[in-house]
């Protein structure tokens, strides 16, 4: 099947990789310097689930490429609406666009694009960052869970789990894919903006008992919201949660944090934004969340933008 990458990170180049390693054929969209390196570069992943993939077939614009099956939307959250509309073009009539983000309003977003059984979402699992331009180190799972809340998932979301399968990723379609994400929200919101305001590292904030309060705090802040939303939560939940956040790399840190410490755009609407947002419609208080919001939107943009008294 044909498939393009939309967004050639560390996430698009993971996921289509192991789409291109169980013999898809897959066309990575990408611009500018980033395009002229993955044309003249081998590709390799890292960690688990090695691979390397002496060549690429790179695009610069969906109009350059023959129409897809499926478009794989690999992008930070502010950018899944213009860059799913972007990509468009590219997809075969019927074709369905996948998008893996670790959000609770993708689907929601995406249904004013296209109709709703040519969509499939689902969260990110591998932890996993560039360690040269065009080398991904993943320090996660090899895993890939996608549904649709609504329907069924179309055939060509079927054939890229089955694609991904091949290439030995623990992939599956979920029968509930919202609490998949919300499953997967509550940790990433609470290491989101925790990482973001502490400055500390996985093996000092999720083990100091001082710290972990406030761990906590943001844990069943998130749930409280996800109740009110309508999800079930696993009775145990909030403690399963801490053992596993407990479990990271010591020098581990959010991905957010990472955009904190290079100066990039923060996922801050989409991740604290986002439980305040939905906390505010239900009643819910979200305190922590409010404070993490508040002193983290002067970064939001990208570098922070001092002004001197007149």
């Given at each position: 099947m044909?498939?393009?990458?939309?967004g050639?990170g560390?996430?698009g180049?993971l996921?289509?990789g192991?789409?291109?390693?169980?013999?898809?054929?897959?066309?990575?969209?990408?611009r500018?310097?980033?395009?002229?390196?993955?044309?003249?570069?081998?590709?390799?992943?890292?960690?688990?689930?090695?691979?390397?993939?002496d060549?690429?077939?790179?695009?610069?614009?969906?109009?350059?490429?023959?129409?897809?099956?499926?478009?794989?939307?690999?992008?930070?959250?502010?950018?899944?609406?213009?860059?799913?509309?972007?990509?468009?073009?590219?997809l075969?009539?019927?074709?369905?666009?996948?998008?893996?983000q670790?959000?609770?309003?993708?689907?929601?977003?995406?249904?004013?694009l296209?109709?709703?059984?040519r969509?499939?979402?689902?969260?990110?699992?591998?932890?996993?960052?560039l360690?040269?331009?065009t080398?991904?180190?993943?320090?996660?799972?090899?895993?890939?869970?996608?549904?649709?809340?609504e329907?069924?998932?179309?055939p060509?979301?079927q054939?890229?789990?089955?694609?991904w399968?091949?290439?030995?990723?623990?992939?599956?379609?979920?029968?509930?894919i919202?609490?998949?994400?919300?499953?997967?929200?509550?940790?990433?919101?609470?290491?989101?903006?925790?990482h973001?305001?502490?400055?500390?590292p996985?093996?000092?904030?999720y083990?100091?008992?001082?710290?972990?309060t406030y761990?906590?705090?943001?844990i069943?802040e998130?749930?409280?919201?996800?109740r009110?939303?309508?999800?079930?939560?696993p009775?145990?939940?909030?403690?399963s949660?801490?053992?596993?956040?407990?479990?990271?790399?010591?020098?581990?840190v959010?991905?957010?944090?990472l955009d904190?410490?290079?100066?990039?755009?923060?996922?801050?609407d989409?991740?604290?934004?986002?439980?305040?947002?939905?906390?505010?419609?239900h009643?819910?208080?979200?305190?922590?969340?409010?404070m993490a919001?508040?002193m983290?939107?002067p970064?939001?943009?990208?570098?922070l933008?001092?002004?001197?008294?007149?």
């Amino acid at each position: 099947m044909r498939i393009a990458v939309m967004g050639a990170g560390a996430i698009g180049l993971l996921y289509g990789g192991w789409l291109q390693q169980a013999g898809a054929d897959v066309t990575f969209l990408a611009r500018g310097k980033r395009l002229a390196l993955l044309r003249n570069s081998a590709i390799t992943a890292e960690g688990q689930l090695p691979f390397t993939l002496d060549r690429a077939q790179v695009a610069a614009a969906p109009n350059d490429i023959a129409p897809v099956d499926a478009i794989l939307l690999c992008v930070k959250l502010y950018d899944v609406r213009s860059a799913a509309t972007l990509a468009l073009p590219a997809l075969k009539p019927g074709g369905t666009l996948i998008a893996i983000q670790n959000g609770v309003n993708v689907y929601d977003t995406l249904k004013s694009l296209l109709p709703s059984e040519r969509i499939a979402v689902g969260p990110v699992y591998s932890v996993a960052k560039l360690t040269h331009p065009t080398t991904v180190f993943n320090g996660g799972l090899a895993r890939v869970v996608i549904g649709n809340p609504e329907c069924d998932v179309s055939p060509a979301a079927q054939a890229v789990v089955d694609t991904w399968q091949r290439a030995g990723v623990d992939a599956s379609i979920s029968d509930d894919i919202a609490t998949t994400l919300w499953m997967k929200f509550v940790g990433v919101a609470t290491g989101s903006a925790l990482h973001c305001l502490t400055r500390l590292p996985a093996g000092i904030l999720y083990h100091d008992e001082t710290l972990k309060t406030y761990v906590r705090q943001s844990i069943d802040e998130v749930m409280a919201v996800g109740r009110a939303v309508g999800v079930t939560f696993p009775d145990n939940m909030a403690d399963s949660l801490l053992a596993y956040l407990a479990s990271f790399p010591p020098d581990g840190v959010a991905s957010m944090r990472l955009d904190l410490d290079a100066g990039s755009k923060l996922e801050l609407d989409a991740l604290s934004g986002e439980v305040i947002r939905l906390g505010r419609h239900h009643g819910v208080p979200t305190p922590l969340h409010d404070m993490a919001f508040a002193m983290l939107t002067p970064f939001r943009d990208g570098p922070l933008k001092l002004t001197r008294p007149a």
